[in-house]
């Protein structure tokens, strides 16, 4: 009964030590106010640029006036597999927003992002600055053809 009664008094005593010993740890104080953004595809630091039409095979892209459904369901598809772990349609995550993205980027620079990122991070200002924005993370190649590229852009226009 006495070492249960001295165990228990140990350590009612080492937890009644000074405050100051508490903050020995790690401590995250704020010091102003810090309000959690809901970030949409607009808040970039990169800039428009629609001009640009990347680096890669693709060199002309001609969107009719109307989206296909048949081959933007397809494109969901393809981008569901492939692109969501991280790319959002209306967020940032590991990668930018993709709603708006025809407002920021020709047809042609995402297309060739889709099917060059190596090439385009390594040699064009628009994926350099991207890529440093993300915190150096690169997209990686996922060996789509072009017809699976074109169907995510065309699946990008209904966002």
Same mark, same amino acid.
């Given at each position: 009964?006495? /070492?249960?009664?001295?165990?228990?008094?140990?350590?009612?005593?080492?937890?009644?030590?000074?405050?100051?010993?508490?903050?020995?740890?790690?401590?995250?104080?704020?010091?102003? /106010?810090?309000?959690?953004?809901?970030?949409?595809?607009?808040?970039?630091?990169?800039?428009?640029?629609?001009?640009?039409?990347?680096?890669?095979?693709? /060199?002309?892209?001609?969107?009719?006036?109307?989206?296909?459904?048949?081959?933007?369901?397809?494109?969901?598809?393809?981008?569901?597999?492939?692109?969501?772990?991280?790319?959002?349609?209306?967020? /940032?995550?590991?990668?930018?927003?993709?709603?708006?993205?025809?407002?920021?980027?020709?047809?042609?620079?995402?297309?060739?992002?889709?099917?060059?990122?190596?090439?385009?991070?390594?040699?064009?200002?628009?994926?350099?600055?991207?890529?440093?924005?993300?915190?150096?993370?690169?997209?990686?190649?996922?060996?789509?053809?072009?017809?699976?590229?074109?169907?995510?852009?065309?699946?990008?226009?209904?966002?």
């Amino acid at each position: 009964m006495k /070492k249960i009664i001295l165990f228990f008094g140990l350590v009612f005593l080492m937890s009644c030590g000074s405050s100051e010993e508490k903050k020995k740890g790690f401590e995250y104080n704020r010091t102003q /106010k810090e309000d959690k953004k809901a970030y949409s595809a607009g808040e970039s630091s990169v800039p428009i640029d629609l001009d640009n039409k990347g680096i890669g095979p693709i /060199k002309s892209v001609d969107f009719s006036g109307s989206i296909d459904n048949d081959l933007a369901d397809q494109g969901k598809a393809v981008f569901t597999q492939k692109c969501t772990a991280c790319h959002m349609a209306n967020r /940032k995550l590991i990668g930018p927003a993709m709603q708006g993205i025809y407002d920021r980027r020709s047809p042609e620079w995402v297309m060739n992002m889709l099917l060059n990122p190596t090439e385009m991070l390594k040699d064009d200002p628009i994926a350099n600055a991207l890529l440093k924005e993300y915190n150096n993370v690169m997209m990686l190649n996922q060996n789509l053809s072009q017809d699976e590229a074109r169907s995510i852009a065309e699946y990008l226009r209904t966002l």
